[in-house]
């Protein structure tokens, strides 16, 4: 595994590539290779496989998980040449992260290379497709010289040159403050049960895009601080000191279609309202409403199997009055032809006064309530002969300190 196994830039075949902190990876593992006339650029992470897809119509995709689409920026042409911008990964390493668990078992023994950055730099991966029949040892795009090198390149079916090129550039103001910004002031975490003795690993990718600016991935490998354990120590006079919170949701519903647009699946939660006691440091069971799954097996076609388009089912929670941002379930849904498999993911928010319109009341400065719905992903079948069930939206709510 290293950037001397084969010259570059590797032809046509798949590449894989990982910044590196000396000669070890820094960062997971990318992929990028063609099919036809498309370009395909894949990470694989615990939280799913991302899947970004440059298609010969110019239009961008990324997708988490199957069938979870985004529409991205389309591809951005470059001052007057023959040069369209797909997308950039910008790999922001500082100190204290940690590196990657097992990157070469990830590997599976395909070869791969590994960028060493120097300490204050920054290495940007940017994909690039030329126009049709650009040739093979046409100039890069002014805007990449002359720090760019050629890292991998691939003649497309309709003649067009796809090619991923590489920059070791200075550690600047605006990457300094998007680092700080993940890692000091968003600072996502997972929280364990108890903190584990072996080894771990997260790193954040934060992707935007615009119609001027193209598409970003900001590649943050988090360090500590991105770990908590529900077990932390607690001060000795909060320890058994229950404090007030009310709990409300209200209640929401969706339905679930076949790809033709039949109807096959109702989706209801019946909020609820409810006061709770929390103690510091000990996690708290909670009910965040009553779910209800119903197959309307009229609407379907046995022996017919087919994946519904994933939905988001947007679901009110307020804590002490105030509510996560953005806290909408993923419903997945497929059909094998005679049962369906229905599954909600998890979600987890920690909700801080200072990042809220309207404060958590009762939370105190220096602390946040972290709230996670449902305990786990839940997965149901449903079928003709058991086409309806019903549950607790069961999950746990956490009263701890920031860090």
């Known amino acids: 595994m290293s950037t001397q196994q084969s010259p570059l830039p590797v032809q046509g075949k798949a590449f894989r590539f990982a910044p590196a902190l000396g000669a070890q990876p820094a960062s997971n593992f990318w992929k990028v290779w063609a099919e036809g006339a498309e370009v395909y650029l894949t990470c694989r992470t615990p939280g799913g496989n991302q899947r970004f897809s440059i298609h010969q119509s110019g239009q961008v995709h990324y997708r988490l998980a199957a069938k979870e689409k985004q529409d991205l920026a389309p591809l ?7 040069w369209t911008h797909a997308i950039e990964i910008r790999f922001l390493l500082s100190p204290n992260s940690l590196p990657p668990l097992k990157p070469l078992e990830s590997l599976r023994n395909k070869k791969a290379h590994v960028i060493p950055v120097p300490e204050g730099f920054v290495f940007h991966a940017n994909l690039l497709i030329g126009d049709a029949e650009v040739a093979l040892d046409c100039p890069l795009p002014a805007e990449f010289a002359p720090a760019a090198q050629t890292l991998w390149r691939a003649r497309l079916r ?33 929280t364990f049960s108890s903190m584990p003795t072996g080894g771990k690993q997260v790193e954040i990718h934060h992707l935007h895009w615009s119609p001027q600016g193209g598409n970003v ?8 601080e991105a770990f908590r354990a529900d077990d932390e120590p607690v001060a000795s006079h909060e320890q058994s000191q ?23 699946v109702a989706v ?13 440091g000990r996690p708290l069971r909670v009910v965040a409403g009553q779910l209800h799954l119903d ?39 497929r059909f094998d032809g005679t049962a369906m498999v ?14 809220l319109a309207n404060p958590v009341h009762g939370l105190a400065e220096g602390e946040e309530v972290v709230l996670t719905v449902p305990d786990e992903t839940l997965k149901f079948t449903l079928t003709a002969d058991a086409p309806k069930t019903t549950c607790d939206l069961a999950g746990k709510l956490t009263l701890r300190d920031q860090r």
């Not at 991923?164 to 300094?176: A, I, P, Q, T």
């Not at 929670?317 to 909408?328: E, Q």
């Open 76 to 82: 951005l042409r470059l001052s007057s040449g023959p």
């Open 158 to 190: 309709d003649n067009r040159l796809a090619v991923l090129v590489g920059r070791l550039l200075e550690l600047s103001d605006e990457n300094r403050q998007n680092i700080r910004f993940i890692r000091q002031d968003l600072k996502p975490t997972v």
């Open 217 to 224: 991935v900001l590649v943050v490998p988090m360090g500590d």
């Open 242 to 264: 229950p404090r007030p919170f009310s709990l409300e949701t209200e209640s929401t519903e969706l339905t679930v279609c076949a790809p033709d647009g039949s109807p096959v």
């Open 268 to 280: 209801r939660i019946d909020g609820v309202r409810d006061s709770i006691s929390v103690v510091k």
């Open 295 to 333: 197959l309307l097996v009229h609407n379907l076609v046995f022996r017919s199997g087919f994946i519904a388009t994933p939905y988001k089912l947007p679901h009110v929670i307020r804590v002490g009055a105030a509510s996560p941002r953005d806290w909408n379930y993923s419903i997945a849904a």
């Open 342 to 355: 229905v599954e909600l993911r998890q979600l987890s928010s920690a909700l801080r006064n200072a990042n």
